[in-house]
């Protein structure tokens, strides 16, 4: 004589129901198609290309406005001349407290309502990333040959 709970045991608590492998075939290109997008969302580039002015006092200035991400993004500027960013920070999320360019060892906090300059001296063309104290909201500088 076989215990009830032995019998339950050995009998399954579910039933695979074989899919046909065109639904199974839509469900992973779905699902490979919604990755991309996170990735592409995250990671790919976000507005248009932007470059910098001259100022009055010779340095290229863009002034950036932070508000659930940097306005505008994506920076151009010219190798070799001085940079001046103005940050100004209007949304209270505490990511957006800090922006950070590691390529150029610098950081800036950014007071919300407020607006703070960052001066920097891009001596060598190429893309150089900014992102907010958590990695989360990001930037670059394309800095090109003069």
Same mark, same amino acid.
């Given at each position: 004589? @076989?215990?009830?709970?032995?019998?339950?045991?050995?009998?399954?608590?579910?039933? /695979?129901?074989?899919?046909?492998?065109?639904?199974?075939?839509?469900?992973?290109?779905?699902?490979?198609?919604? @990755?991309?997008?996170?990735?592409?969302?995250?990671?790919?580039?976000?507005?248009?290309?932007?470059?910098?002015? $001259?100022?009055?006092?010779?340095? $290229? $200035?863009? /002034?950036?406005?932070? &508000?659930?991400? *940097?306005?505008?993004?994506?920076?151009?500027?010219?190798?070799?001349?001085?940079?001046?960013? /103005?940050?100004?920070?209007?949304?209270?999320?505490?990511?957006?407290?800090?922006?950070?360019?590691?390529?150029?060892?610098?950081?800036? &906090?950014?007071?919300?309502?407020?607006? /703070?300059?960052? &001066?920097?001296?891009?001596?060598?063309?190429?893309? *150089?990333?900014?992102?907010?104290?958590?990695?989360?909201?990001?930037?670059?500088?394309?800095?090109?040959?003069?």
């Amino acid at each position: 004589m @076989i215990h009830a709970s032995v019998a339950m045991a050995v009998a399954p608590l579910w039933r /695979t129901i074989e899919q046909p492998p065109a639904l199974k075939l839509l469900v992973a290109a779905l699902g490979l198609a919604l @990755i991309i997008g996170e990735l592409w969302w995250f990671l790919g580039p976000h507005g248009p290309l932007v470059t910098a002015r $001259q100022g009055a006092e010779g340095k $290229q $200035q863009v /002034t950036i406005t932070v &508000d659930g991400g *940097y306005n505008p993004a994506r920076i151009r500027v010219v190798a070799g001349q001085p940079l001046r960013l /103005t940050f100004h920070r209007v949304d209270p999320s505490s990511c957006v407290a800090q922006v950070i360019f590691p390529d150029f060892q610098r950081s800036l &906090d950014l007071p919300l309502e407020a607006s /703070t300059s960052i &001066d920097l001296l891009p001596e060598e063309p190429g893309l *150089y990333p900014f992102h907010c104290g958590m990695n989360m909201v990001r930037g670059v500088l394309e800095v090109v040959a003069a």
